[in-house]
């Protein structure tokens, strides 16, 4: 009976995860993390109890009784560490902070080449939509 109890906590433990992103512009990260007021800490150490692991991380997210991290790739993009148990929360707040990484990626970009944004609408399925013009 001890034993059983002792396979159940076990299947129940949580992991350390790693999920690769597309994000490798750290400033733009911190735009959409404050434009979405999520809190953050820079240069922070992560700890992940059930692991051992424990690290330093450029960027470390609470949100919803959440933590996890962004640590930089050997190819310079950013991935997310965390606990798997936590992973709905983590992918829904990543969600909303690629979406506002990618509005800030284009509107760079877009000024970069001389355009400048005339509209901006949200529709109700949450898609952003910009259109941008370019006097010549």
């Known amino acids: 009976m001890g034993l059983t109890c002792l396979t159940e906590i076990e299947e129940k433990m949580s992991k350390f995860v790693r ?6 512009d750290l400033n733009m990260v911190k ?15 992560y700890n992940h109890r059930w692991s051992g692991f424990k690290g330093q991380v450029p960027i470390l997210i609470k949100q919803k009784h959440v933590e996890f991290g962004l640590r930089e790739t050997t190819d310079h993009s ?8 936590q992973m709905a929360t983590i992918k829904q707040t990543m969600a909303q902070v690629q979406q506002r990484y990618a509005y ?3 509107i760079e970009e877009t000024a970069k ?4 944004l005339v509209e901006e609408q949200v ?4 898609v952003i939509r910009l259109t941008v013009r370019r006097w010549a």
Do not use: P
Not at 32 to 45: F, G, H
Not at 78 to 85: L, P, S
């Open 123 to 126: 529709g109700n399925d949450q």
């Open 31 to 45: 735009r959409a993390l404050d434009d979405l007021k999520i809190s953050y800490t820079e240069n922070a150490r």
């Open 104 to 106: 800030h990626k284009v």
């Open 78 to 85: 950013y991935e997310v560490i965390g606990d798997d148990m």
């Open 113 to 116: 080449a001389g355009f400048n």
């Open 19 to 24: 999920v690769q992103t597309a994000l490798n």
